[in-house]
């Protein structure tokens, strides 16, 4: 059985850290087609940060330079180290990643955890 499970949410005021992780089992573990994607009741979900088929690194935008995603893969846990969090960052965190480890065209994210709530205020 898949599992994803993801821990490290809470709240934390505007220019603070939080450090989500996602512990995964029952799936062939990869070392890359994984990330982290965000959601705000009322608006679709957003890519945050993922680890693509190349072994890059990628992120939005509006987190880059402040948020790292990072794996370790003898524990098969995939981490979101987040700095200098702002209010918009305040949304329902989810890891999520590719059962079948991607193909020539990419990343298809098809399996998810239950997310964990991270809430920034002033």
């Known amino acids: 059985q898949v599992q994803l499970v993801e821990s490290g949410g809470g709240s934390v005021q505007a220019g603070g850290s939080l450090r989500l992780s996602c512990v995964t089992s029952g799936y062939i573990w990869s070392m890359y087609c994984m990330g982290w994607f965000r959601q705000v009741p009322g608006k679709e979900r957003e890519r945050v940060a993922t680890?693509?088929?190349?072994?890059?690194?990628n992120y939005a935008d509006s987190v880059k330079g402040r948020f790292t995603i990072s794996q370790d893969n003898d524990k098969r846990t995939l981490y979101l180290q987040m700095n200098s969090l702002k209010l918009e960052d305040t949304a329902m965190y989810y890891c999520?990643?590719?059962?079948?480890?991607?193909?020539?065209?990419?990343?298809?994210?098809?399996?998810w955890g239950q997310g964990t709530q991270v809430t920034v205020s002033s």
């Open positions: 999520a990643v590719d059962l079948t480890g991607g193909s020539a065209y990419g990343c298809e994210y098809n399996a």
């Open positions: 680890i693509d088929t190349d072994y890059s690194r």
